[in-house]
């Protein structure tokens, strides 16, 4: 897509390229394919990078030995965080096997949702932040496939962000570089980040616990192949 190109880079730009070249970020990894993207995206744009994982009783806990995998493999200091009150305060379907994953009613959310699920989590990857000198916070949110997720939205970020600083008296910036993006452009950030095969093959986003291309039914694994397959096209086109 071209408006991940700017036609020139601005001063100011440079200028905050460059700090940011020489500060660490905490990213919220969860092994799926937006949060790796955003890890390596971390790895390019910070000098140091820490990935923290939110463990809440995943259905599968493929998801948290994914994540200690590819951190391990990158070289990435990471850390699995205890929140399995979450799934005493809202049991859900990620949680829980006796519900099933739904896309929800008109004007319902998904039974995937977890209720201030991502409001938690980035409230504690910052307090983790603040702990190891890192003031940015990186968590692949995006707003364009947010499947009615209402904490996903780029205004609850930015809300959250002005929340924490004035929390903890700090500056931290929350980074999304997903936000706008859709699937397809996702795996192109993947690509030109020079890892588009590491995350088809190594991530895990499929609800079934399936590795790579997952099972090929679910929600997770329809979104994720469509979007690689729209990406392939469009790649194609520009050859
Ligand atoms: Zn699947």
């Given at each position: 897509m071209a408006c991940r190109k700017e036609a020139g880079r601005s001063p100011e730009k440079e200028e905050r390229t460059r700090i940011m070249k020489n500060e660490k970020a905490v990213v919220v990894f969860s092994g799926g394919q937006d949060s790796t993207t955003c890890l390596f995206w971390a790895i390019e744009n910070f000098q140091e990078v820490y990935a923290v994982t939110f463990s809440y009783g995943q259905r599968h806990d493929t998801e948290i030995e994914v994540a200690k995998e590819i951190t391990k493999d990158l070289g990435v200091t990471h850390d699995v965080l205890d929140m399995s009150l979450l799934n005493q305060l809202a049991p859900n379907a990620l949680t829980r096997s006796d519900i099933d994953v739904a896309e929800g009613e008109e004007g319902e959310l998904p039974t995937t949702f977890v209720d201030g699920r991502n409001m938690l989590f980035f409230t504690f990857a910052s307090i983790y932040g603040r702990q190891r000198g890192a003031k940015h916070i990186v968590t692949g949110v995006?707003?364009?496939?947010?499947?009615?997720?209402?904490?996903?939205?780029d205004v609850f970020t930015k809300s959250l962000n002005v929340t924490l600083n004035l929390a903890m008296d700090d500056n931290f910036v929350v980074h999304t570089p997903l936000m706008w993006l859709d699937k397809a452009a996702t795996w192109k950030l993947a690509d030109e980040l020079g890892r588009l095969d590491y995350v088809k093959n190594e991530t895990l986003t499929c609800y079934h616990g399936i590795r790579g291309d997952g099972c090929g039914e679910c929600p997770a694994c329809e979104l994720r192949r469509q979007g690689y397959e729209q990406y392939m096209e469009e790649k194609r086109a520009d050859a």
């Open positions: 995006c707003e364009t496939d947010y499947s009615g997720y209402p904490d996903c939205r």
